[in-house]
């Protein structure tokens, strides 16, 4: 069974459902994002997504962009992100990393290396926001090869079709997008919708789904985790960490994964 699979097993036995923390490497700086890492994982972070610093990320708001850019001018660069997994890993074995990447990096590096440094670096699969279905069974037989899971994403605007398909070409859990648009931490979000839309996935699929962009507070977490099966908080971590405001994204970290803790 993979990572993937036994986390969100061993969560579903404890009656909670998963918390799936973005940060990336190198924002502020290298130190203060290992730092920052470490504070999410101790305070109740299920499953770490790691964000792999690119040029031209058309999926993120203005947060994960800065932090994008501060991260590549600060050098950044693939190495140093395989490296803080690698670290990551030996400090907390049982908690799976994804790597959150455009496909540019996979490319340039190559599939093979790319999936082999990955997996030397404990990373257990890739969420990759701009690879479509149709395209990605190169990479995925790659992965494949070096036991990596894909998780692709979907959307509200995504067809029964459409979720199958995706569906299909997702290994272990599917990555739903709770709004069109791009990342960010907001204040309101389309509940009622969101559950239905939810609804309209478990008749197309039986893999877990994680519904992010947007969720910042334990009360988004409590309200998703009533239909999903785990929330990702990415943009509310990134901003905390770039203010050095450790001690509030231990309370943050803390207070969403209280929310999806059913009761």
Do not use: W
Not at 229 to 240: F, H, I, P, Q, R
Request: proline letters at 5%.
């Amino acid at each position: 069974m993979s990572e993937l699979r036994e986390k969100f097993k061993s969560l579903r036995e404890r009656g909670e459902r998963a918390l799936v923390s973005y940060l990336m490497v190198g924002y502020p700086d290298y130190d203060s994002s290992l730092k920052a890492v470490e504070i999410a994982l101790e305070n109740g972070t299920d499953i770490l997504e790691l964000g792999f610093p690119f040029s031209d990320p058309v999926a993120d708001g203005p947060t994960i962009q800065l932090a994008h850019e501060v991260a590549l001018r600060n050098g950044i660069r693939s190495e140093h992100v395989f490296e803080a997994s690698r670290r990551i890993k030996e400090r907390f074995p049982e908690v799976p990393i994804l790597l959150m990447t455009y496909y540019n990096p996979i490319f340039r590096i190559g599939h093979e290396r790319f999936c082999e440094l990955s997996r030397e670096s404990g990373v257990s699969g890739f969420i990759v926001p701009d690879l479509p279905p149709e395209e990605c069974g190169e990479l995925k037989d790659e992965m494949r090869r070096h036991d990596l899971s894909l998780v692709l994403l979907a959307s509200p605007t995504s067809t029964k079709e459409r979720l199958k398909l995706i569906c299909e070409k997702s290994d272990d859990m599917v990555y739903f997008v709770s709004i069109t648009g791009t990342t960010g931490a907001r204040t309101e979000l389309p509940f009622e919708e969101l559950e239905n839309n939810i609804s309209t996935y478990r008749e197309c699929c039986d893999k877990p789904v994680v519904v992010g962009f947007g969720v910042s507070r334990g009360e988004h977490a409590r309200r998703i985790s009533g239909f999903a099966d785990g929330v990702v908080v990415g943009s509310l971590l990134v901003k905390l960490t770039a203010e050095r405001k450790f001690e509030e994204l231990a309370g943050r970290v803390k207070e969403l994964k209280e929310g999806t803790i059913i009761k």
